[in-house]
């Protein structure tokens, strides 16, 4: 007897760290798995934000059951609050996964368009044909999953982001034991598993490793005033500074949106233990005696506007810091920030306050397995196939070649990239046809509407400015009838180099003449091209830059 092909579509996340998202297909029917962003590269000039392509799933839209969210990070679900834009679907995860999802939903107005159907730990469902169970994992905020689907195919696991704490805040276990069930009873057919950390050696430290850490700062630095900065959906990491700060009769105020947001669903979900007497509002700090307050802000990765950024640049409403403070980075810079967050040490540095990061102390433990973790989910599983997910192209591949060490056959690794799909058939695992899986770029407003051919004009107006030469012709004659006049930002300051655009102006009424001398009928068109021409060749000889030269022809 011979079962339907089930497939695995990877629409992000594989060759990037970021947005997340992939498509398991069972019976013609779609279930998603994660839908993240990303944020944009420093040549991705003026982007807020990086989205999966969503062409692919528009097409399909009728075809989609729902969508799994493994944690609540936004790589992998901060992409829905505009997937639900145009496509309606439930959203399945833990309680605190779709609280924190919530948030999103609501601001962007799309609550209606779908529905928050919460699950449990070890939790076994079935939505259309898909049979998933929900397994703990550990991870740097609380209550992920990895999932396994249960197909006519074999099983797939994917691990989700996870790390293998042994001592966990909230004792919550990786379930390697439900892992080694399936794996003992009906086998593992394809494991996908977190590739973040697969080319760092050794075992990731335990969170509460970080707890004992933080004890000792506040220990060292009382009497003066204490302010953190971790990731706002970092419980464990909260839990443990407002440990640290209670244990010292410090009182815990919270600075920044998201912070404040996240802090407060924790509570009243009880994963979060502040008692009231030891919280205070922003506002009621200044006011208490420095040894006696503890801070923790948003901004641990050096965001522009967030909370620390305008501390360290001494622009804060909330505070205004001096050489007695002590900032600790509880936290370390996502490939990316680390230009950002050096400039915010440097502005704290330079106001005298004390900083400690995760480069001084060991203030910061990483939420992804390293390789000995990544051997040991190989190990307890033995997958019959390999595929590595989450991460830029060098993890993939050093978390292939762990699968290999670990026995997994080499031609049953397969290392695939945004937009490969999996075929899981009766012969095996292959890979088939692709989808489209480029970059959905969201800035302002607008998603899908800056492309490539933006992004391009927008580095060389950054790098060599525009040079606008205006010009109005007869059309008959060919005889110039004002300007042409030269507007130029980013090329040369117009009001020193007022000889080098007079220069400019009389090449470009050369160059027209030239291409109008015995011709009766001139069309703005070529004229524009000789115009870009002339400019282009002049700005490129006299100053060898190449700055966007933009005609405007206009007729009498
Ligand atoms: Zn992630
Ligand atoms: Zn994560």
Same mark, same amino acid.
């Given at each position: 007897?011979? &079962?339907?092909?089930?497939?695995?579509?990877?629409?992000?996340?594989?060759?990037?760290?970021?947005?997340?998202?992939?498509?398991?297909?069972?019976?013609?029917?779609?279930?998603?798995?994660?839908?993240?962003?990303?944020?944009?590269?420093?040549?991705?000039?003026?982007?807020?934000?990086?989205?999966?392509?969503? %062409?692919?799933?528009?097409?399909?839209?009728?075809?989609? *059951?729902?969508?799994?969210?493994?944690?609540?990070?936004?790589?992998?679900?901060?992409?829905?609050?505009?997937?639900?834009?145009?496509?309606?679907?439930? $959203?399945?995860?833990?309680?605190?996964?779709? =609280?924190?999802?919530?948030?999103?939903?609501?601001?962007?107005?799309?609550?209606?368009?779908?529905?928050?159907?919460?699950?449990?730990?070890?939790?076994?469902?079935?939505?259309?044909?898909?049979?998933?169970?929900? $397994?703990?994992?550990?991870?740097?905020?609380?209550?992920?999953?990895?999932?396994?689907?249960?197909?006519?195919?074999?099983?797939?696991?994917?691990?989700?982001?996870?790390?293998?704490?042994?001592?966990?805040?909230?004792?919550?276990?990786?379930?390697?034991?439900?892992?080694?069930?399936?794996?003992? !009873?009906?086998?593992?057919?394809?494991?996908?598993?977190?590739? %973040?950390?697969?080319?760092?050696?050794?075992?990731?430290?335990?969170?509460?490793?970080?707890?004992?850490?933080?004890? *000792? #700062?506040? !220990?060292?630095?009382?009497?003066?005033?204490?302010? %953190?900065?971790?990731?706002?959906?970092?419980?464990?990491?909260?839990?443990?500074?407002?440990?640290?700060?209670? &244990?010292?009769?410090?009182?815990?105020?919270?600075?920044?949106?998201?912070?404040?947001? !996240?802090?407060?669903?924790?509570?009243?979900?009880?994963? #979060?233990?502040?008692?009231? &007497?030891?919280?205070?509002?922003?506002?009621?700090? *200044?006011?208490?005696?420095?040894?006696?307050?503890?801070?923790?802000?948003?901004?641990?990765?050096?965001?522009?506007?967030?909370?620390?950024?305008?501390?360290?640049? !001494?622009?804060?409403?909330?505070?205004?810091?001096?050489?007695?403070? %002590?900032? $600790?980075?509880?936290?370390?810079?996502?490939?990316?920030?680390?230009?950002?967050?050096?400039?915010? $040490?440097?502005?704290?540095?330079?106001?005298?306050?004390?900083?400690?990061?995760?480069?001084?102390?060991?203030?910061?433990?990483?939420?992804?397995?390293?390789?000995?973790?990544?051997?040991?989910?190989?190990?307890?599983?033995?997958? *019959?196939?390999?595929?590595?997910?989450?991460?830029?192209?060098?993890?993939?591949?050093?978390?292939?070649?762990?699968?290999?060490?670990?026995?997994?056959?080499?031609?049953?690794?397969?290392?695939?990239?945004?937009?490969?799909?999996?075929?899981?058939?009766?012969?095996?695992?292959?890979?088939?046809? &692709?989808?489209?899986?480029?970059?959905?770029?969201?800035?302002?407003?607008?998603?899908?509407?800056? =492309?490539?051919?933006?992004?391009?004009?927008?580095?060389?107006?950054?790098?060599?400015?525009?040079?606008?030469?205006?010009?109005?012709?007869?059309?008959?004659?060919?005889?110039?009838?004002?300007?042409?006049?030269?507007?130029?930002?980013?090329?040369?300051?117009?009001?020193?180099?007022?000889?080098?655009?007079?220069?400019?102006?009389?090449?470009?009424?050369?160059?027209?003449?030239?291409?109008?001398? =015995?011709?009766?009928?001139?069309?703005?068109?070529?004229?524009?091209?000789?115009?870009?021409?002339?400019?282009?060749?002049?700005?490129?000889?006299?100053?060898?830059?190449?700055?966007?030269?933009?005609?405007?022809?206009?007729?009498?």
């Amino acid at each position: 007897m011979t &079962s339907a092909p089930v497939t695995v579509t990877f629409l992000g996340g594989l060759g990037e760290i970021g947005r997340n998202c992939a498509a398991i297909g069972v019976e013609g029917r779609i279930m998603l798995l994660d839908c993240g962003l990303m944020f944009p590269d420093a040549d991705m000039l003026g982007i807020d934000l990086v989205l999966p392509d969503f %062409t692919w799933l528009r097409e399909h839209g009728d075809r989609i *059951e729902g969508c799994i969210v493994t944690h609540g990070h936004e790589d992998h679900m901060g992409g829905l609050s505009f997937l639900l834009r145009d496509l309606s679907f439930p $959203i399945i995860g833990s309680a605190l996964t779709l =609280g924190l999802a919530r948030n999103r939903i609501e601001e962007a107005g799309l609550l209606d368009r779908t529905e928050l159907v919460v699950v449990g730990d070890n939790e076994r469902r079935r939505f259309g044909p898909f049979d998933c169970e929900f $397994i703990p994992v550990t991870h740097s905020v609380p209550h992920g999953f990895a999932t396994a689907f249960h197909t006519p195919q074999g099983t797939i696991l994917h691990t989700g982001d996870f790390k293998l704490d042994l001592t966990p805040v909230d004792g919550r276990l990786t379930d390697l034991s439900v892992m080694g069930a399936i794996a003992q !009873n009906e086998g593992v057919r394809l494991l996908l598993s977190d590739s %973040t950390n697969a080319d760092q050696h050794g075992h990731s430290r335990s969170e509460t490793s970080v707890g004992k850490v933080l004890h *000792e #700062l506040f !220990n060292a630095h009382a009497g003066r005033r204490i302010i %953190t900065a971790c990731f706002a959906s970092h419980i464990h990491r909260i839990q443990q500074i407002a440990d640290a700060a209670i &244990s010292f009769d410090r009182v815990v105020a919270t600075l920044g949106m998201s912070m404040r947001k !996240n802090v407060r669903l924790a509570r009243e979900m009880g994963l #979060l233990r502040i008692p009231d &007497s030891h919280l205070r509002d922003i506002e009621d700090v *200044e006011d208490l005696a420095p040894g006696k307050v503890c801070v923790i802000s948003t901004g641990s990765q050096g965001e522009t506007m967030s909370a620390l950024t305008l501390m360290a640049a !001494n622009e804060s409403r909330w505070l205004k810091l001096t050489p007695d403070d %002590t900032v $600790i980075l509880s936290s370390h810079p996502i490939p990316g920030n680390e230009m950002n967050v050096s400039k915010v $040490i440097d502005g704290l540095v330079r106001i005298g306050v004390e900083v400690v990061h995760s480069g001084l102390e060991d203030v910061h433990a990483t939420g992804h397995a390293k390789q000995e973790e990544l051997k040991t989910i190989l190990s307890i599983t033995r997958p *019959e196939w390999f595929t590595p997910v989450h991460g830029e192209y060098r993890h993939l591949v050093s978390h292939a070649r762990l699968a290999e060490q670990m026995g997994v056959a080499a031609d049953h690794v397969l290392v695939c990239e945004d937009g490969d799909a999996l075929v899981l058939d009766d012969d095996g695992v292959r890979k088939g046809p &692709s989808v489209p899986a480029g970059y959905l770029y969201v800035d302002g407003s607008g998603v899908g509407d800056v =492309g490539h051919g933006v992004l391009r004009d927008r580095r060389v107006l950054a790098e060599e400015g525009v040079v606008v030469v205006i010009v109005t012709v007869d059309v008959k004659t060919g005889a110039i009838i004002t300007g042409p006049e030269i507007i130029t930002r980013g090329w040369v300051h117009a009001s020193e180099a007022e000889g080098l655009l007079d220069e400019c102006r009389h090449e470009v009424v050369q160059a027209l003449k030239e291409a109008c001398a =015995g011709k009766s009928t001139h069309d703005i068109e070529s004229l524009q091209k000789v115009v870009r021409r002339a400019t282009g060749r002049f700005v490129n000889d006299r100053t060898k830059r190449r700055p966007m030269i933009v005609p405007v022809v206009m007729e009498a």
